[in-house]
C-alpha cells in the first residue's frame, strides 16, 4: 500500500488547517490509522489515531481538544483537521497505517501510539505555524 499526504502548508499561529491521506495498492478500511509529526531534531510523536471502522479515536496531550481525526473509507483516506495552531505544531505530518492489531485487540488494548506499531507510512507533508 502507498500512503500519500497532502494539504500541508505554512499559516500563522491560530489558523486552522487539514491534511489528509490516500491510500493506493489496498483498501485502508481494514486497519487502525492514524497521524505522526516530526520536528527537527525530534523525535517522530504520534498525534491522533482512528480505528478501522472510525468509530475510536485518539490523542496526544498536546492535540486533544484542537485535532479531530477521521476517515473516509469510501474514499480510502484519512484527514487530521487541527485548529488554533502553534509554533509547537510545526514539522512533518505522517500518516501511517497499523495492520496487525486487529478490531478485538482495538477494543481492548486501544489504538496504537508507538511509532514501531506502524507498517506502512507516507512521505509527509511540511506544516509550519509561525507565530
Known amino acids: 500500500v502507498q500512503l500519500t499526504e497532502s494539504g500541508g502548508g505554512l499559516v500563522q499561529a491560530g489558523a486552522s488547517l487539514i491534511v489528509s491521506c490516500v491510500g493506493s495498492g489496498n483498501s485502508l478500511s481494514y486497519w487502525n490509522m492514524a497521524w505522526f509529526r516530526q520536528a527537527p531534531g525530534k523525535e517522530r510523536e504520534f498525534v491522533g489515531g482512528?480505528?478501522?471502522?472510525?468509530?475510536?479515536?485518539a490523542y496526544s496531550d498536546a492535540a486533544k481538544g484542537r485535532f479531530t481525526i477521521s476517515r473516509d473509507n469510501g474514499k480510502n483516506a484519512v484527514f487530521l483537521q487541527m485548529h488554533d495552531l502553534k509554533p509547537d505544531d510545526s514539522g512533518v505530518y505522517y500518516c501511517a497505517a497499523d495492520t496487525k492489531t486487529t478490531g478485538i485487540a482495538t477494543i481492548t488494548s486501544g489504538i496504537a501510539t508507538s511509532v514501531s506499531r506502524y507498517d506502512y507510512w507516507g512521505q509527509g507533508t511540511q506544516v509550519t505555524v509561525q507565530g
Open positions: 482512528i480505528d478501522w471502522r472510525g468509530g475510536r479515536t
